[in-house]
């Protein structure tokens, strides 16, 4: 199974300032026949359920705010939340759909500093 | 607007059985590959099992093999998960998710809907 680490664990930063979130494969989930990362970013608030943010690596999913980025190929992805709001608060995680099962980060928890 | 509402969880003891289900709308439900995913308290997600279109194919995670089984009635919108032999380490809330459309390697396999989730404790 390919597995997926997040780093790190847990993360604070202060509001306006930028958040960093990494995720490391320990496989290529690139494809080069498709050109495309098969790796995609969940955000998880308290008692909610998963919310779709980026696919493909780095594309935005619809309605998805343009301070949260994703970038990376290969092994090595981010997440960038530019200017952190109070709303961003959440567990964020990676999730590779390159080979099954899918599998999914152990998950980086965002607060406030 | 894509609606996935899950319910069957509850509290059991291991070696007992569960069938949760989960009522689609708002989408052509019989278009879509349909997953289970679960949480267990305090946990990340994983992926449990999988069913296309028409339920003729599935896939199961390891660790639920031989003992879980997903099936749908495309008539009635809905996706089941049938558990069976539940484990303590079975207990997590369930997601019932929606794949992306087309569920190919141009269109990928991410999951692009989930319900709210149902929760199942296994305990004696």
């Known amino acids: 199974d390919i597995v997926l680490t997040q780093s790190p664990d847990s993360l604070a930063v202060s509001l306006g300032e930028r958040a960093t979130v990494n995720c490391r494969s320990s496989q290529n989930v690139f494809y080069s026949a498709t050109n495309k990362n098969y790796l995609a970013w969940y955000q998880q608030k308290a008692g909610q359920s998963p919310k779709l943010l980026v696919y493909?690596?780095?594309t935005r999913e619809s309605g998805v705010p343009d301070r949260f980025s994703g970038s990376g190929s290969g092994t090595d992805f981010t997440l960038t939340i530019s200017s952190l709001q109070a709303e961003d608060v959440a567990v964020y995680y990676c999730?590779?759909?390159?080979?099954?099962?899918?599998?999914f980060g152990q998950g980086t928890r965002l607060e406030i500093k | 607007e894509m609606q996935l509402a899950e319910s069957g969880g509850g509290l059991v003891q291991p070696g007992e059985s569960l069938r949760l289900s989960c009522a689609a709308s708002?989408?052509?439900?019989?278009?879509?590959?349909m997953s289970w995913l679960r949480q267990a308290p305090g946990k990340g997600l994983e992926w449990v099992a999988n069913?296309?279109?028409?339920?003729?194919?599935?896939n199961y995670v390891d660790s639920v093999k031989g003992r879980f089984t997903i099936s749908r009635d495309n008539s009635k919108n809905s996706l089941y998960l049938q558990m069976n032999s539940l484990k303590v380490e079975d207990t997590a809330v369930y997601y019932c998710a929606t794949q992306t459309p087309g569920y190919n390697i141009l269109t990928g396999y991410w999951f692009s809907s989930w319900g709210q989730g149902t929760l199942v404790a296994v305990t004696s």
């Open positions: 999730l590779q759909h390159f080979a099954f099962p899918i599998t």
């Open positions: 708002g989408f052509v439900f019989s278009t879509y590959w």
């Open positions: 493909w690596a780095s």
């Open positions: 069913m296309n279109q028409d339920g003729t194919k599935t």
